[in-house]
């Protein structure tokens, strides 16, 4: 029988639609689940709550808490519940506010996560990059600024750097340990500059990560994303996240191996999204390890890694002596 001393400890940083899909895969294993959140979030429900409130956006930790919970799926359904109706909650997701007023009954939106997670019985712990609002910068190449995660992939042109305000924001102590603590750290999948970068770009994580004798992966993106990387190819996300670390640090990415035009015909995302390359000549110049595995599925209309598969990778990498330092 596996104990919880026994149990590999796994670190995801991400937010948003890839990271929910990996932690998915990965709580139906005997390992130690830690999803490190973006909260540089600002529109929408989540938007609307910073500015009403005053708190962290609660969108991409939702997201995450509802992928990792394990209740009835009603409960889920509910938590994930968004308001139609035309009054003051159309479009606020019943879960975002959950959060806001637990925070507002706790006086933390950090104790009101695991609060929250306790409820929704999670499988693993959430935590928010930061235990306040942030907000997301972007120089466009250009010279533009943008102010805003939500208002940078409308500029649809290339992005030279993101950074925070306030620049010396502090990750909470948990975090860091989890970090110092990880056998493996997992990095993405998701949007590179607003979903991935605003979680590392926060000091003390970044140098946790930096200092981690932990296994580093970056899951590389199935399509490139318009307004954010478009035509970007494998090596020029990985040198994204090398130019804002500061140095490398990746041991190994894993890529998807398969075609998946076919998949983006039939969700009819052909005009949106475009294939990363597999530029594999300059990627081996900058990662010790790359991976290819066939990782993605058309779902919704929607094309995106398989949970199942990525997770049963991860856990067969992780368990490997051979990989591990």
Do not use: C
């Not at 943008?146 to 975090?175: C, F, N």
């Not at 190819?233 to 041991?251: C, I, K």
């Not at 779902?299 to 490997?320: P, Q």
């Amino acid at each position: 029988m596996t104990t919880s001393n026994d149990r590999k400890k796994i670190v995801v940083f991400g937010g948003g639609t890839g990271l929910s899909t990996l932690l998915r895969g990965l709580k139906n294993y005997p390992v130690d689940l830690t999803a490190v959140v973006t909260v540089a979030d600002d529109g929408g429900s989540s938007g609307r709550l910073l500015d009403q409130y005053d708190i962290p956006p609660p969108g991409d930790v939702r997201k995450v808490m509802a992928a990792l919970s394990d209740v009835e799926p009603l409960i889920e359904q509910l938590f994930q519940y968004r308001f139609t109706t035309q009054d003051d909650l159309h479009g606020h997701s019943l879960g975002n506010l959950m959060l806001a007023a637990m925070t507002d009954i706790t006086g933390d939106f950090a104790s009101a996560v695991k609060k929250m997670g306790q409820v929704l019985n999670i499988k693993g712990k959430v935590l928010p990059a930061a235990n306040q609002r942030i907000t997301l910068h972007a120089e466009l190449d250009d010279g533009t600024i943008v102010t805003g995660e939500s208002k940078i992939p409308m500029y649809a042109r290339k992005i030279s750097q993101v950074y925070l305000s306030p620049s010396d924001v502090e990750p909470l102590p948990e975090t860091l340990n989890a970090i110092q603590q990880a056998d493996l750290i997992i990095i993405g999948p998701g949007s590179l500059y607003t979903s991935i970068l605003p979680s590392l770009l926060v000091q003390g994580i970044r140098n946790a990560v930096l200092k981690s004798d932990a296994r580093k992966v970056y899951v590389g993106n199935l399509t490139t994303q318009r307004g954010e990387t478009f035509r970007y190819t494998a090596s020029e996300h990985v040198g994204a996240l090398y130019d804002h670390v500061g140095e490398p640090f990746l041991d190994a990415v894993l890529l998807n191996s398969s075609d998946i035009m076919p998949l983006l015909s039939a969700a009819g995302q052909t005009v949106t999204s475009w294939p990363v390359e597999r530029d594999l000549e300059e990627l081996q110049k900058m990662v010790p390890q790359i991976w290819q595995e066939d990782i993605a599925l058309a779902e919704n209309e929607r094309v995106l890694h398989d949970a199942e598969k990525v997770a049963e990778w991860f856990v067969n990498y992780i368990t490997d002596e051979s990989n591990n330092k």
